[in-house]
């Protein structure tokens, strides 16, 4: 693990910085003409992509490289959390995907989020492996979503559908283990040093 001043200056953390300046970006593109140019749909999903693919590299490099800081560790669930929301809300606001999605993912990860923080005195709760397979979905079925399904396949769609379903039922499932985990935890009642 790194620490002072210079860690701030990682590429790892930039990258991750670079996912949060992103995500306006993203918005902007698919936000032209009221979502529905197919141009401006492929720029969109490019930049998502393009985000999304950051996620795994920071991470990947923070640990190899032996770069992980308590900044990285700040930033990265607040980037992923914004490039998420927002292309969930702009899905649903465009009315391409029901909002009760987009509610049930979005209070999924502030409740987890908001779970962690308070676990902090206990134990740093760490991304279990279902945890990564369900930003995986994520990243994957938004991804779909946001090409301009109506100038595609419809086998593009169904698949769209599919991932996404998957996404939902990870979600939710991983958020219950979480809060399992947390109440065995709090059961516990070890304090960290």
């Known amino acids: 693990m790194v620490d002072g001043a210079r860690a ?3 590429l790892p953390n930039a ?100 779970m962690r923080f308070f676990l902090l005195r206990y134990v740093v709760l760490p991304a279990s492996r279902g945890g990564k397979l369900k930003t995986a979905l994520q990243s994957v079925a938004i991804g779909l979503f946001l090409l301009p399904l109506t100038h595609l396949p419809v086998a593009v769609g169904w698949a769209a559908w599919v991932v996404m379903v998957a996404a939902v039922v990870v979600t939710v499932v991983t958020g219950l283990d979480y809060v399992r985990a947390a109440v065995r935890i709090r059961r516990a009642g070890t304090a960290l040093p």
């Open 15 to 114: 990258l991750t910085m670079a996912r949060i300046a992103l995500v306006p970006l993203f918005a902007l593109a698919f936000l032209q003409d009221g979502g529905t140019s197919v141009g401006w749909r492929l720029v969109a999903t490019a930049v998502f992509v393009l985000a999304a693919a950051t996620d795994k590299l920071d991470g990947w490099l923070a640990r190899r490289w032996g770069q992980i800081t308590n900044l990285g560790k700040l930033l990265d669930p607040i980037a992923d959390k914004l490039l998420i929301g927002t292309a969930l809300c702009l899905l649903s606001w465009a009315g391409e995907l029901p909002w009760w999605i987009t509610v049930v993912v979005l209070v999924r990860e502030l409740g987890i989020t908001v």
């Open 8 to 10: 701030v200056w990682t």
